[in-house]
C-alpha cells in the first residue's frame, strides 16, 4: 500500500526563532503589524510503502527522530494517509 506522509517541523517554543523573529519585525515594515510571532519551520512529503498506516507512521516516526529532526532544538508532528 503507498501513504502520503505531511511532516512539520518546528523550533522549540522555548528557543529563540531567528528567521521568525526577522520576518515578524518585516510585517510592520508592510503595514502588517497585526500579525506576530511568527515561526519558521520546514515542511516535507514523503511517500511511503507499507502494509499498514500504522507501519508507515511508524517508519515516518523513525524517519524523524534519526534524521530529519534535531530533538534538542525542534519539535515535528506528521499525518499519514493512504494513497488510492
Known amino acids: 500500500m503507498k501513504f502520503k506522509a505531511e ?3 518546528m523550533p ?3 528557543l529563540l526563532d531567528p ?3 526577522a520576518v515578524t519585525s518585516a510585517m510592520g515594515n508592510l503595514g ?3 500579525i506576530s510571532n511568527v515561526r519558521i519551520g520546514k515542511h516535507m512529503t514523503l511517500w511511503v510503502d507499507a ?3 500504522e507501519a508507515a507512521a ?3 516516526d523513525d524517519a524523524c527522530q534519526k534524521l530529519l529532526c534535531n530533538a534538542i532544538m525542534e519539535q515535528y508532528r506528521f499525518v499519514v ?3 488510492a
Open 7 to 9: 511532516v512539520d517541523v
Open 51 to 53: 502494509d499498514s498506516k
Open 32 to 34: 502588517l503589524s497585526q
Open 12 to 14: 522549540l517554543d522555548a
Open 19 to 21: 528567521q521568525g523573529k
Open 58 to 60: 511508524k517508519m515516518v
Open 81 to 83: 494517509e493512504e494513497i
